[in-house]
T-cell receptor, first 114, second 112 residues
């Protein structure tokens, strides 16, 4: 069966510090991968998605970046965090491109920027 | 562009009450529709889905029917339990695209 891992689970970082969040998927090949952010009390905002190694699409211009160095690994990074980067970061995966293919979510990383 | 509108929360119900969470959508083409549930501190889990008009998705006592004529996908459950307390997200995905469009979520609180 497929599983998705995210770490760390929680993170407290000062403003201006770098960020690296990691997501890995097991049990599937060539998944589509996604990074979402969920601000407190709000819905999900799609940040990045990737359909293959080295292929990244950005949905929201900001100080975050994403990379996919391996087929089942997706990394979210920042060189300098802002207070507004606080939130709950969710990684998700799917296979296929048809409308019926739902996304499966990881457990999330709670980021607090102080 | 595509959008999903959900009823404002929070929704507070007594145990065994009937639940309806409204969801309407705007989309180009013929989307698939989903309901996801998020328990406190966790990621989202797929609750149910429907891929074409008049399809009914169901799971764990929850149901939703794809109504193309009213562009709606309302979530219902006949008798809620305290363990159903969570945030519920309606979402759509149009075939051929990678992105899922989510609503803002509706928080449900069930009291004993």
């Amino acid at each position: 069966s497929q599983t998705i891992h995210q770490w760390p689970a929680t993170l407290v970082q000062p403003v201006g510090s770098p960020l690296s969040l990691e997501c890995t998927v097991e049990g599937t090949s060539n998944p589509n991968l996604y990074w979402y952010r969920q601000a407190a009390g709000r819905g999900l905002q799609l940040l990045f998605y990737s359909v293959g190694i080295g292929q990244i699409s950005s949905e929201v211009p900001q100080n975050l970046s994403a990379s996919r160095p391996q087929d089942r690994q997706f990394i979210l990074s920042s060189k300098k965090l802002l207070l507004s980067d606080s939130g709950f970061y969710l990684c998700a995966w799917s296979v296929g491109t048809g409308g019926a293919y739902e996304q499966y979510f990881g457990p999330g990383t709670r980021l607090t920027v102080t | 562009g595509d959008s999903v509108t959900q009823m404002e929360g929070p929704v507070t119900l007594s145990e065994e009450a009937f639940l309806t969470i409204n969801c309407t959508y705007t989309a180009t083409g013929y989307p698939s529709l989903f309901w996801y549930v998020q328990y406190p501190g966790e990621g989202l889990q797929l609750l149910l889905k429907a891929t074409k008009a008049d399809d009914k998705g169901s799971n764990k006592g929850f149901e939703a029917t794809y109504r193309k004529e009213t562009t709606s996908f309302h979530l219902e459950k006949g008798s809620v339990q305290v363990s159903d307390s969570a945030v519920y997200f309606c979402a759509l995905k149009t075939g051929g695209y990678q992105k899922v469009t989510f609503g803002t979520g509706t928080k449900l609180q069930v009291i004993p």
